[in-house]
C-alpha cells in the first residue's frame, strides 16, 4: 500500500515546492492535491506547471486529486455554493462538473491516477432521482477523465447518499466497471462504522482516507488522537483486494511548522506499518 499524504493539511496555504517537500520528507510516496483554488489554483496554468514540473523532478508520485468542494477561493465563506453534482437544480449540477473539469485538466500536466469524488452535501437525502443525477454525473466526469488515465473514486462522506449500500447501489445501476471508491476511515467512524465499512465496501475500494475522531464530528485528526482502533481498521484495509493507497488526510493545526508536521506525519507512517 503506498503512504500517500493528502495537501489538505496545508489548505490555507498556497501549495508550492516548499510544502511538497515537506510532504516528501515525511516519509510520503505519494501526494493527494486538494482542490481548492486558494491552495491548489487548478485554473492558473502557471501554478500547476509549477507543481507538475516539481513531480517529475522528485520521487513523490501524483497519486490522486480531491475534487474541489467549492469553486471559489474561500472555501464558500463568501456565499458561494457547494460543487455538487446531485443538486436537485439542474443549472448547479452543471456548473459543478464543470469545475470539476476544470480541476481534471491539470491531469494534463500532473499525471494522476484517480480524483476522488463528493456526491452531494452533508445530510443530502437518498431518493431515485439522486441516483440518476448521480449516475449521469459519472458517466459525463468519466468521459472527461478516462482519456487522461484518471480513474473516479466514490468517496462516503456524511450524507445518505453515499452510505455503503447507495454506493454499492450507484456502482451497480449505472454498470460503471471501472469506478471505484475511496474509503474515508473517520467518516465511517461516526457513520455505521470503520470495520463494517470497509467489509462492505471491500470489493471497490481502491484506497482511503486515513484520519481520526472521537466518533460524533469529522474532526480530521492524527491516528492515535482519537477514537478509532487502527490495529484492527489497518488489517481489514489491507485485506481489501485492489487497495493501492493509504492517504494520511489530516486537518490544519494552527502555528504547526511543516517541520512538525513531517516529523508527525513519519511517526503516524510507522504506527500504521504504512
Known sequence: ???????????????????????????????????????????????????????????????????????????????????????????????????????????????????????????????????EHAMTAIEHLQAFARPMGVKLLLENIPNEVTE?????EIVAAGHFKDVGLCADLGHANFRGGVCSTIEELKPLIFTAHIHDNHGVKDEHLWPGDGAIDWVETMAELRACPQISGGVLEIHYQFGESPEEFTQRAAETFAKLEL
Open 164 to 168: 455503503p449500500q447507495n454506493l454499492l
Open 1 to 131: 500500500m503506498l503512504r500517500v499524504i493528502s495537501s489538505h493539511v496545508f489548505l490555507r496555504q498556497r501549495l508550492h515546492p516548499g510544502l511538497l517537500q515537506a510532504i516528501s520528507n515525511g516519509g510520503a510516496q505519494g501526494i493527494e492535491i486538494f482542490a481548492a483554488r486558494q491552495h491548489f489554483d487548478y485554473a492558473n496554468r502557471a501554478h500547476v506547471k509549477e507543481i507538475a514540473d516539481w513531480l517529475r523532478s522528485n520521487p513523490l508520485e501524483p497519486f490522486s486529486m480531491h475534487a474541489p468542494i467549492y469553486a471559489d477561493a474561500e472555501m464558500g465563506r463568501g456565499g458561494a455554493p457547494v460543487v455538487n453534482v446531485v443538486d436537485p437544480e439542474k443549472s448547479r449540477r452543471i456548473d459543478a462538473m464543470d469545475e470539476i473539469k476544470r480541476a481534471l485538466e491539470a491531469a494534463e500536466q500532473i499525471p494522476l491516477k484517480f480524483l476522488v469524488l463528493h456526491l452531494g452535501e452533508r445530510e443530502d437525502r437518498w431518493n431515485q432521482r439522486t441516483l
